[in-house]
């Protein structure tokens, strides 16, 4: 099974950035699926948890501010990411819990 995530990028403080992750050979319909990020120096985070019937929950830093998605249909899941703050900047991941494939990442990076 292979996750692909895309969308990432540069912003400003305060803007917003939507990140997907397309899921091939992958049980997609039937996982839970988490988004992590990675900064420089630090471990890997669990940011945010979505079930498969879409139930979601996330970490008090990004709680308020970042939604996850998910479409079964297109085996396609959705991080989108407003008010993003300057702690925020690392490498976005995608994971299937069944399985437990990993994305390849993708930056995401916010300065003024």
């Known amino acids: 099974g292979q996750l692909v995530e895309s969308g990432g990028g540069w912003v400003q403080p305060g803007g917003s950035l939507r990140l997907s992750c397309e899921a091939s050979g992958v049980m997609f319909s039937i996982s839970a699926m988490g988004w992590y990020r990675q900064a420089p120096g630090n471990e890997r985070e669990l940011i945010a948890q979505?079930?498969?019937?879409?139930?979601?929950l996330y970490a008090d830093s990004v709680e308020g501010r970042f939604t996850a998605s998910r479409d079964n249909a297109k085996n396609m899941l959705y991080l989108q990411m407003d008010d993003l703050k300057p702690k925020d900047p690392a490498v976005y991941y995608c994971?299937?819990?069944?399985?437990?494939?990993w994305g390849q990442g993708t930056q995401g990076t916010v300065s003024s």
């Open positions: 994971k299937a819990c069944y399985g437990q494939v």
């Open positions: 979505i079930t498969t019937d879409g139930i979601t």
